[in-house]
């Protein structure tokens, strides 16, 4: 970080307030993917602006994407002067569903106290918009540059990413041969550098019963109570199995270095009813129950030995309860990803991060994945990392917020870390 290119990032402080209000304030829920379109123009017409080339993206096929909710990302490309590494900055713009406690408008971007509030304020198009700016002072004060610096703005991280940066990452776009280094500026505090990610599965599991009359239950088998079964297991041998395990991976929180497993959803019976239907229930013994899990495992668990866990419980189940039966049904898997501490990415920005703060860069993981994930798997890229602003444990909550001077100081490490790879390589 130079004092020139510290200056760049304090003069374009009401230029990255009003681009992240701008963000914020088109409203990109997923679900269902809205107006992911809207977003990757308003991306565009920015970064041409810059001298950025680009392209606009369409995931056909992917999960969710449809004539009515295309799933449509953003790739920019600022081309240096002479050869060199490609550093990209990959954002995701999609941001989760607003929720109830609310006290800020979630879609107003309003500045107070020097926060701006706002769903997606951190969890990340303050990431995002430090990241162009990071990038738009670099290409001020070092126009000669060698390399080249990329910008995305991707769909459906929050849903997986399968619209997004893994479609991309299935097309080549990151290739080791293409790019070099992956910054993704989730919000995992301005002081840390994220390594990775812990491991995700999730299955649907369905108890199986009998329907018959509410009032002659003896002559059903209520699906309900032997899912209150499963949950019983749960609680009495996977819960306090799972506490038991840790890992080496720095995760944060300090909870999230044990496995850990959310009961996502549950259904079970009579449907529910709509707001204006004021009839009464049926009176049946419910033939179905469903439950949807959320298992976070370690980097050292064995995959199999995950799904084996509740299988074997399920089983277990299956021989000793009259009547029980089930389905298991495996909905998506992630592997947990950590790049090594000693990669050039992790140094460059740890290096940044102590020069910008006055203070040693704190190395961790993160309880749940991002698009690290495709990154690593399918673009072979293991050079990748989260870095951005904002407090990680305010993602998805109500009066979601991100600091300005938080961005501003990660926007300084952005640049920074762009110098010593694209100007200075050989002092990173």
Same mark, same amino acid.
């Given at each position: 970080?130079?004092?020139?290119?510290?200056?760049?990032?304090?003069?374009?402080?009401? #230029?990255? /307030?009003?681009?992240?209000?701008?963000?914020?304030?088109?409203?990109?829920?997923?679900?269902?993917?809205?107006?992911?379109?809207?977003?990757?123009?308003?991306?565009?017409?920015?970064?041409?602006?810059?001298?950025?080339?680009?392209?606009?993206?369409?995931?056909?096929?992917?999960?969710?994407?449809?004539?009515?909710?295309?799933?449509?990302?953003?790739?920019?490309?600022?081309?240096?002067?002479?050869?060199?590494?490609?550093?990209?900055?990959?954002?995701?713009?999609? =941001? =989760?569903?607003?929720?109830? +406690?609310?006290?800020?408008?979630?879609?107003? @971007?309003?500045?107070?106290?020097?926060?701006?509030?706002?769903?997606?304020?951190?969890?990340?198009?303050?990431?995002?918009?430090?990241?162009? /700016?990071?990038?738009?002072?670099?290409?001020?004060?070092?126009?000669?540059?060698?390399?080249?610096?990329?910008?995305?703005?991707?769909?459906?991280?929050?849903?997986?990413?399968?619209?997004?940066?893994?479609?991309?990452?299935?097309?080549?776009?990151?290739?080791?041969?293409?790019?070099?280094?992956?910054?993704?500026?989730?919000?995992?505090?301005?002081?840390?550098?994220?390594?990775?990610?812990? +491991?995700?599965?999730?299955?649907?599991?369905?108890?199986?019963?009998?329907?018959?009359?509410?009032?002659?239950?003896?002559? @059903?088998?209520?699906?309900?109570?032997? !899912?209150?079964?499963?949950?019983?297991?749960?609680?009495?041998?996977?819960?306090?199995?799972?506490?038991?395990?840790?890992?080496?991976?720095?995760?944060?929180?300090?909870?999230?270095?044990?496995?850990?497993?959310?009961?996502?959803?549950?259904?079970?019976?009579?449907?529910?009813?709509?707001?204006?239907?004021?009839?009464?229930?049926?009176?049946?013994?419910?033939?179905?129950?469903?439950?949807?899990?959320?298992?976070?495992?370690?980097?050292?668990?064995?995959?199999? #030995?995950?799904?084996?866990? =509740?299988?074997?419980?399920?089983?277990?189940?299956?021989?000793?309860?009259?009547?029980?039966?089930?389905?298991?049904?495996?909905?998506? =898997?992630?592997?947990?990803?950590?790049?090594?501490?000693?990669?050039?990415?992790?140094?460059?920005?740890?290096?940044?991060?102590?020069?910008?703060?006055?203070?040693?860069?704190?190395?961790?993981?993160?309880? @749940?994945?991002?698009?690290?994930?495709?990154?690593?798997?399918? @673009?072979?890229?293991?050079?990748?990392?989260?870095?951005?602003?904002?407090?990680?444990?305010?993602?998805?909550?109500?009066?979601?917020?991100?600091?300005?001077?938080? !961005? /501003? #100081?990660?926007?300084?490490? !952005?640049?920074?870390?762009?110098?010593?790879?694209?100007?200075?390589?050989?002092?990173?």
């Amino acid at each position: 970080m130079t004092e020139a290119l510290s200056q760049a990032i304090e003069d374009r402080r009401d #230029d990255l /307030i009003a681009l992240t209000q701008d963000l914020i304030r088109i409203p990109t829920l997923n679900p269902p993917g809205q107006d992911y379109r809207l977003i990757c123009e308003y991306l565009e017409r920015r970064l041409l602006d810059a001298g950025f080339e680009t392209q606009l993206i369409r995931a056909h096929g992917s999960p969710g994407d449809s004539d009515r909710f295309p799933r449509w990302n953003i790739l920019a490309r600022h081309q240096g002067k002479g050869t060199g590494d490609c550093v990209h900055f990959n954002s995701h713009t999609d =941001v =989760v569903a607003v929720g109830a +406690g609310w006290t800020k408008d979630p879609f107003g @971007g309003e500045l107070i106290d020097g926060r701006i509030y706002g769903r997606g304020a951190c969890d990340m198009k303050g990431g995002l918009a430090a990241s162009i /700016i990071a990038a738009e002072a670099f290409i001020a004060t070092h126009p000669d540059h060698a390399g080249a610096i990329e910008i995305s703005g991707t769909a459906d991280e929050e849903s997986g990413g399968y619209g997004g940066v893994a479609y991309l990452a299935e097309q080549g776009y990151f290739s080791p041969d293409r790019v070099q280094h992956v910054i993704i500026p989730e919000p995992l505090n301005k002081d840390r550098v994220c390594l990775g990610h812990r +491991g995700g599965w999730w299955a649907e599991i369905e108890t199986f019963g009998e329907i018959a009359h509410g009032a002659m239950p003896f002559l @059903g088998d209520c699906a309900v109570r032997h !899912m209150g079964a499963v949950l019983t297991a749960f609680e009495e041998r996977l819960y306090p199995a799972m506490a038991a395990r840790t890992t080496d991976m720095p995760v944060v929180p300090e909870g999230a270095r044990s496995s850990t497993m959310n009961i996502n959803a549950i259904h079970g019976g009579q449907p529910d009813q709509d707001a204006d239907d004021t009839s009464l229930p049926a009176h049946c013994v419910p033939d179905s129950c469903r439950i949807v899990i959320d298992r976070r495992f370690l980097a050292e668990e064995r995959l199999d #030995d995950v799904r084996g866990e =509740v299988r074997a419980l399920l089983e277990d189940l299956k021989r000793d309860r009259d009547r029980f039966d089930y389905a298991l049904r495996e909905i998506n =898997v992630v592997l947990p990803s950590m790049t090594d501490r000693a990669a050039p990415v992790v140094q460059v920005v740890a290096a940044e991060i102590a020069q910008v703060l006055g203070k040693p860069a704190e190395f961790v993981a993160s309880p @749940g994945t991002y698009d690290q994930k495709h990154i690593d798997r399918i @673009g072979k890229l293991k050079n990748c990392i989260a870095y951005g602003p904002g407090i990680l444990e305010l993602a998805h909550k109500p009066d979601e917020y991100v600091g300005v001077e938080d !961005m /501003i #100081d990660s926007a300084k490490v !952005m640049a920074g870390a762009l110098r010593r790879v694209l100007v200075d390589p050989d002092h990173r």
